[in-house]
């Protein structure tokens, strides 16, 4: 198994480099109309830039976004038939001409993609884990004049027509394969994300990390194994710092990544070599959570009925019988931006007689190889 990554350094409200119907999921979050810290990349554009400067906030607001729809016209060419949008976005709240206002960001989104025919599936809120956050505190303590703080974002989720199909025996294989455990369905598929921890990536400048608003790795890690299958290709036409090239690489999915500002390259190149070894302790973690899962499930009595074919462990329902989770190994660039990635399969993937558990899961506190023994 090898997955196949590609960073351009260019605009991608043209993809001419992406074929039609040639992705399968997108995870991305764009610059954020109307918050300051973009106003540099869209005061490029002169109507912007004057909007801003006759504080004329609605206008800055809907010219702002015009220049996203340009990339979420795009998307409709460039997804195949059941793809999937995951956008996260967060909305503004500013301070014009001496008039508070929210800026709706993910409404004004949220209503160009069903203009342009996608489906909305239930949206996930994510609510930030900020020990700051941005609070304008309008009248204060009085009323009516005090603001309600900002402390989510969204991540909303779009499909292009109807469900994907899977119609050959191998894709339906590969289907059952990337399933994931049952009690990560229960938390993954809630629709208030309260658990998720900044994970920050250890590599590159501070300082960049920063200017670009990277979301958590745990973010896009989930959405593309909730949302895609392995081999499949994710596209995020805003990569920033490489997050979601990352958690592809973790996943055994491929990807395309678009992005403006080449000062990102040297800290993504680096951030995929690392990226190796951050997706092998997140499946770790996987097998060790399912491990801690089902141990207290027996502990309390209860009967587990299905068994893992490939890992021999137990699980909850028959749908978890193939899963696999291959680890990441190794790491070769194959040309300037683009990346290969080799993976450690089970045996019985291969159609080897079936083997126990992985090598890797071994128990980070005893080093005991500890899943299901
Ligand atoms: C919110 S950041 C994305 C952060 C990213 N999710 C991460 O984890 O690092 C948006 C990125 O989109 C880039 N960008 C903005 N407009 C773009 C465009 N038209 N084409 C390609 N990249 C663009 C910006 O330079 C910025 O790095």
Redesign the pocket.
């Known amino acids: 198994m090898v997955s196949n990554h590609r960073v351009w350094f260019s ?3 043209k993809m001419t480099n992406v074929a039609s119907e040639s992705v399968h999921l997108v995870v ?4 954020y109309p109307m918050i300051e810290m973009w106003d540099p ?1 869209f005061k490029k554009q002169v109507a912007i830039n004057e909007a801003l400067v006759r504080k004329r906030g609605p206008q800055a607001f809907e010219l702002m976004h015009q220049e996203l729809d340009r ?1 979420w016209d795009e998307l409709v060419r460039v997804l195949v038939p059941g793809g999937i949008a995951c956008i996260n976005i967060g909305d503004a709240t500013r301070t014009i001409d001496g008039e508070f206002a929210l800026y709706p960001n993910h409404s004004r989104i949220l209503t160009r993609m069903l203009q342009l025919g996608f489906t909305n599936m239930p949206n996930i809120l994510w609510r930030k884990q900020t020990n700051a956050p941005n609070k304008f505190m309008g009248s204060g303590m009085m009323p009516p004049g005090a603001y309600v703080t900002l402390e989510h974002e969204y991540v909303l989720i779009f499909r292009k027509g109807g469900k994907r199909l899977f119609k050959t025996e191998k894709e339906k294989i590969n289907r059952r394969q990337s399933a994931f455990f049952w009690e990560e369905r229960n938390q993954w598929f809630s629709d208030v994300w309260m658990d998720l921890k900044g994970t920050r990536q250890k590599t590159g400048d501070k300082k960049l990390r920063k200017r ?4 958590p790795f745990e973010l896009a890690y989930r959405l593309i194994s909730m949302f895609s299958v392995m081999g499949d290709t994710v596209l ?9 090239l990352f958690a592809a690489t973790a996943a055994n999915r491929n990807c395309f990544g ?4 080449k000062a ?1 390259q040297s800290m993504i190149e680096d951030g995929i070599e690392q990226a190796i070894e951050q997706g092998s302790r997140r499946i770790t973690d996987r097998f060790e959570a399912h491990d801690t899962f089902i141990r207290a499930r027996e502990a309390a009595g209860k009967t587990i009925k299905h068994t893992n074919q490939v890992y021999g462990f137990p699980v909850i329902t028959r749908q978890e019988k193939e899963l696999i989770i291959p680890f990441p190994t190794t790491f070769q660039k194959t040309s300037t931006n683009e990346y290969r990635v080799d993976y450690e399969v089970p045996a019985v993937a291969t159609g080897d007689k079936p083997i126990s558990v992985p090598k890797k899961v071994v128990s980070k506190k005893t080093g005991q190889l500890k899943l299901f023994n």
């Open positions: 605009d991608s409200k991305t979050s764009p610059p990349l990339v670009s608003g990277a979301y995020d036409p805003f990569l920033g710092t490489g997050t979601t678009m992005e403006l500002d990102f």
